[in-house]
Protein backbone atom coordinates (compact mmCIF):
# COMPACT_ATOMS: atom_id res chain seq x y z
CA UNK A 1 0.00 0.00 0.00
CA UNK A 2 1.80 3.43 -1.00
CA UNK A 3 4.91 1.22 -0.96
CA UNK A 4 5.31 1.93 2.49
CA UNK A 5 6.56 -0.64 5.01
CA UNK A 6 4.57 -2.31 7.05
CA UNK A 7 5.43 -0.84 11.00
CA UNK A 8 3.72 -1.69 14.41
CA UNK A 9 2.80 1.17 17.27
CA UNK A 10 1.17 1.04 20.61
CA UNK A 11 -2.18 3.85 20.23
CA UNK A 12 -4.71 4.55 22.93
CA UNK A 13 -7.76 4.16 21.07
CA UNK A 14 -11.04 3.82 22.81
CA UNK A 15 -12.52 -0.40 22.28
CA UNK A 16 -15.75 -1.21 23.71
CA UNK A 17 -15.32 -4.90 24.99
CA UNK A 18 -17.92 -7.35 26.47
CA UNK A 19 -16.50 -8.78 29.49
CA UNK A 20 -17.33 -10.84 32.49
CA UNK A 21 -16.02 -8.07 35.22
CA UNK A 22 -14.14 -4.77 36.65
CA UNK A 23 -12.38 -5.43 40.02
CA UNK A 24 -10.23 -3.02 41.50
CA UNK A 25 -7.67 -5.69 42.44
CA UNK A 26 -7.38 -9.87 43.12
CA UNK A 27 -8.76 -8.78 47.05
CA UNK A 28 -11.63 -7.53 45.09
CA UNK A 29 -12.11 -10.55 42.91
CA UNK A 30 -11.58 -12.71 45.25
CA UNK A 31 -14.90 -11.44 47.12
CA UNK A 32 -17.17 -11.80 44.89
CA UNK A 33 -15.37 -15.45 43.07
CA UNK A 34 -15.42 -18.02 45.96
CA UNK A 35 -13.49 -20.12 44.20
CA UNK A 36 -10.48 -17.53 43.57
CA UNK A 37 -10.32 -17.67 47.61
CA UNK A 38 -10.30 -21.23 48.04
CA UNK A 39 -7.22 -21.52 45.48
CA UNK A 40 -4.98 -18.79 47.15
CA UNK A 41 -6.34 -20.46 50.52
CA UNK A 42 -5.41 -23.44 49.58
CA UNK A 43 -2.27 -22.78 47.15
CA UNK A 44 -0.69 -20.83 49.31
CA UNK A 45 -1.75 -21.95 52.91
CA UNK A 46 -3.06 -18.20 53.56
CA UNK A 47 -6.25 -17.46 55.18
CA UNK A 48 -8.17 -14.96 52.86
CA UNK A 49 -8.60 -12.89 56.02
CA UNK A 50 -4.79 -11.96 56.08
CA UNK A 51 -4.47 -11.80 52.38
CA UNK A 52 -3.49 -7.95 50.69
CA UNK A 53 -3.96 -7.49 46.99
CA UNK A 54 -0.40 -8.36 45.60
CA UNK A 55 0.85 -10.01 48.49
CA UNK A 56 1.66 -13.12 46.19
CA UNK A 57 2.62 -11.84 42.86
CA UNK A 58 1.37 -9.07 40.76
CA UNK A 59 -2.92 -8.76 40.90
CA UNK A 60 -3.29 -9.39 36.90
CA UNK A 61 -0.64 -11.86 36.93
CA UNK A 62 -2.28 -14.31 39.80
CA UNK A 63 -5.55 -13.26 38.82
CA UNK A 64 -4.36 -14.66 34.79
CA UNK A 65 -2.39 -17.78 36.71
CA UNK A 66 -5.91 -18.40 38.34
CA UNK A 67 -7.64 -18.56 35.16
CA UNK A 68 -5.14 -20.49 33.34
CA UNK A 69 -4.85 -23.60 35.57
CA UNK A 70 -8.41 -23.52 35.82
CA UNK A 71 -8.29 -23.43 32.27
CA UNK A 72 -11.17 -20.59 32.26
CA UNK A 73 -11.26 -18.96 28.83
CA UNK A 74 -10.49 -15.53 30.51
CA UNK A 75 -7.64 -12.88 29.52
CA UNK A 76 -7.22 -10.49 32.50
CA UNK A 77 -6.87 -7.32 31.57
CA UNK A 78 -5.66 -4.06 33.53
CA UNK A 79 -6.64 -0.85 31.94
CA UNK A 80 -5.02 2.11 33.06
CA UNK A 81 -7.94 4.48 32.00
CA UNK A 82 -10.22 2.97 34.72
CA UNK A 83 -7.59 1.84 37.30
CA UNK A 84 -8.88 -1.94 36.90
CA UNK A 85 -9.06 -5.44 35.55
CA UNK A 86 -11.42 -6.51 33.50
CA UNK A 87 -12.01 -10.20 32.83
CA UNK A 88 -12.31 -10.31 28.93
CA UNK A 89 -13.52 -13.49 27.21
CA UNK A 90 -10.21 -14.96 24.59
CA UNK A 91 -10.36 -14.73 21.19
CA UNK A 92 -10.21 -17.76 19.26
CA UNK A 93 -6.52 -16.98 18.35
CA UNK A 94 -5.95 -16.47 21.60
CA UNK A 95 -6.77 -19.74 23.07
CA UNK A 96 -4.50 -22.34 24.15
Known sequence: MFNQKKQSATINMPTKVNH????CDDKDF???YKPYQDW???KN???WCCYESGMLDNDV???QRFCDIKKLNI???Y???TDGIYLIE???NERN
Open 79 to 81: DKE
Open 45 to 47: HIN
Open 61 to 63: DIM
Open 30 to 32: GNK
Open 20 to 23: FGWF
Open 75 to 77: QCY
Open 40 to 42: IEQ
Open 90 to 92: KQQ
